[in-house]
Structures are given as C-alpha cells and as structure tokens.
C-alpha cells in the first residue's frame, strides 16, 4: 500500500507537515527480508488513532497486537513475540516515556526498538523520548510513509 495516497497521508502532505525525527540510536534488530512475520506493538489510547495504526500497518504485512495503557503492553509483551512498539505519550496510566524506561530494564526488552508518536512536540520531550530508551520521535500529525520507513530501517525488513 503507498500510504502517501492513504486518507491521512493525503491530510499530512496536504497541510505541510513534516514530522518530528530524532536521530535513531544504532540498529538493534537486523532481521533481513521481509519474509516472516513481524509484530509490532502499538501502545495508544485513542482508539481511532490505535485502529488506524493498525490497519494501516497490517494493510502491509504486519502483525500488529494494540493496548490502550502501559499495564496492558507489559502483559501483551509477555504474551507475545514483539519486535517493536510504537507508543503514545499521554496514557491513562502514565508516559509512553515510563513505559520505554521500563523495556530498557528489563532484560527481555531492554533492545525492544520504539517509536514514540504523539502530538506533543516541544524539544524538551524530543530529548527526554532519547534519555527514556526511545530510538524515534514522531509528531502528530504524521507521514505514515515517514513511519513506514522508520519502521522499515529499524528493523531491517522491506516492506
């Protein structure tokens, strides 16, 4: 799918807008082609923005699994085998960012690759999103072809 024609991405391009990147941390994961399944997390309250990121990343080839707080993406983490997340700020149970400095804890997350995706975009958050364990920061509203190709480079697949 070009997402470049996608509703949003129409929105985005239309508007002007660019989003907000830091400069990713070396690759973590190298996975090669995309010949296997590959699921993220996507950690987002909103719901029409959560489905959204899901359809738009399993239109693809993704596998997706979604959770609207933190304590739901730490169970989904158990349950499932999960090569990256992409992470709103503002949850109801706290930060996107406490949830990254959690994975870089523990042991079997600690090179979890993620995305932090949100409308708030002061510098300040850029920074803290680096020192939390986070490898990108993306504002909304986004360029989901900006967030494919994160996602495409971060974990070394073509998709």
Same mark, same amino acid.
């Given at each position: 799918?070009?997402w470049q024609n996608s509703t949003l991405g129409a929105?985005?391009?239309?508007?002007?807008?660019?989003?907000?990147?830091?400069?990713? =941390?070396?690759?973590?994961?190298?996975?090669?082609?995309?010949?296997?399944?590959?699921?993220? #997390?996507?950690?987002?309250?909103?719901?029409?923005?959560?489905? =959204? #990121?899901?359809?738009?990343?399993?239109?693809?080839?993704?596998?997706?699994?979604?959770?609207?707080?933190?304590?739901?993406?730490?169970? =989904?983490?158990?349950?499932?085998?999960?090569?990256?997340?992409?992470?709103?700020?503002?949850?109801?149970?706290?930060?996107?960012?406490?949830?990254?400095?959690?994975?870089?804890?523990?042991?079997?997350?600690?090179?979890?690759?993620?995305?932090? #995706?949100?409308s708030l975009t002061d510098p300040f958050l850029v920074?803290?999103?680096?020192?939390?364990?986070?490898?990108?920061?993306?504002?909304?509203?986004?360029?989901?072809?900006?967030? =494919?190709?994160?996602?495409?480079?971060?974990?070394?697949?073509? #998709?």
């Amino acid at each position: 799918m070009n997402w470049q024609n996608s509703t949003l991405g129409a929105d985005c391009l239309a508007a002007g807008n660019v989003a907000s990147v830091v400069t990713p =941390l070396p690759a973590l994961y190298s996975s090669g082609t995309h010949d296997r399944l590959v699921t993220i #997390l996507i950690l987002e309250d909103d719901e029409v923005q959560r489905e =959204l #990121l899901v359809s738009q990343l399993e239109s693809v080839g993704l596998n997706t699994v979604s959770a609207n707080s933190i304590a739901q993406a730490v169970s =989904l983490l158990t349950e499932s085998r999960v090569e990256m997340a992409i992470v709103d700020v503002d949850l109801p149970d706290g930060s996107g960012l406490d949830f990254c400095e959690a994975t870089v804890d523990d042991p079997r997350t600690t090179n979890l690759p993620i995305i932090i #995706l949100s409308s708030l975009t002061d510098p300040f958050l850029v920074r803290r999103t680096r020192a939390a364990g986070g490898h990108f920061f993306i504002g909304k509203p986004y360029d989901p072809n900006v967030l =494919l190709a994160m996602i495409e480079r971060m974990l070394d697949i073509s #998709l």
